[in-house]
T-cell receptor
């Protein structure tokens, strides 16, 4: 069965500092990987995704993530954090059914706090 | 273009009552997914439906929970005889046929007294 581990429950960074959120996955085949962001009381917004091809993917709001098969990782990065990035971030892997990602398995999330 | 619409946003029920959560997918989306988020946890898959069909209900509790996605109208997640442990945020997502991307609604926060 697939699984996702986000080792950092809570991360605090200063505004303008760089950010890296870690994600490790377990999946028997080439994974479909996602990063979502959840603001308080809101639903999840897709930041970026990896299905195949270039292992460095760009997303919205200046985020990027790098897929490393050898490390089973899909870490999320941003060069300079803004106060509005404070939120909870979820990494997810998609269970492939009939060629499409149908059932998403989520990590437990990383809560990001941004200091002024 | 409206996103995934869930209602109600907040639902309070007493133990033993029924809870009905509704989800209208994005326009043009025929696939619906339900997830549950317990406090301090990530989302857990419950069920995947297409119009009039349950495709995968491997994450649904065996008792008291049911889901449907009728030909007309929203998808419904129904919880009978709620217990305190059912208190959680329930999220619906939808996708277009042939797409790997799920778009999420804002969720329904169920509180069981």
């Amino acid at each position: 069965a697939q699984s996702v581990t986000q080792p950092d429950i809570h991360i605090t960074v200063s505004e303008g500092a760089s950010l890296e959120l870690r994600c490790n996955y377990s999946y028997g085949a080439t994974p479909y990987l996602f990063w979502y962001v959840q603001s308080p009381g809101q639903g999840l917004q897709l930041l970026l995704k990896y299905f195949s091809g270039d292992t460095l993917v760009q997303g919205i709001k200046g985020f990027e993530a790098e897929f490393k098969r050898s490390q089973s990782s899909f870490n999320l990065r941003k060069p300079s954090v803004h106060w509005s990035d404070a939120a909870e971030y979820f990494c997810a892997v998609g269970l492939i059914s009939s060629g499409y990602a149908r059932q998403l398995t989520f990590g437990s999330g990383t809560q990001l706090t941004v200091l002024p | 273009n409206a996103g995934v619409m869930q209602n109600p946003r907040h639902l309070v029920r007493r133990r033993g009552q029924e809870a009905r959560l509704r989800c209208s997918p994005m326009k043009g989306h025929s696939h619906v997914y339900w997830y549950r988020q317990l406090p301090e946890e990530g989302l857990k898959f419950m069920v995947y439906l297409q119009k009039e069909n349950i495709i995968d209900e491997s994450g649904m509790p065996k008792e008291r929970f049911s889901a449907e996605f009728p030909k007309e109208g929203p998808s419904i997640l129904r919880i009978q005889q709620v217990v305190r442990g059912d208190s959680a945020a329930y999220f619906c997502a939808s996708s277009r046929s042939g797409s790997n991307i799920q778009y999420f609604g804002a969720g329904t926060r169920l509180s069981v007294l």
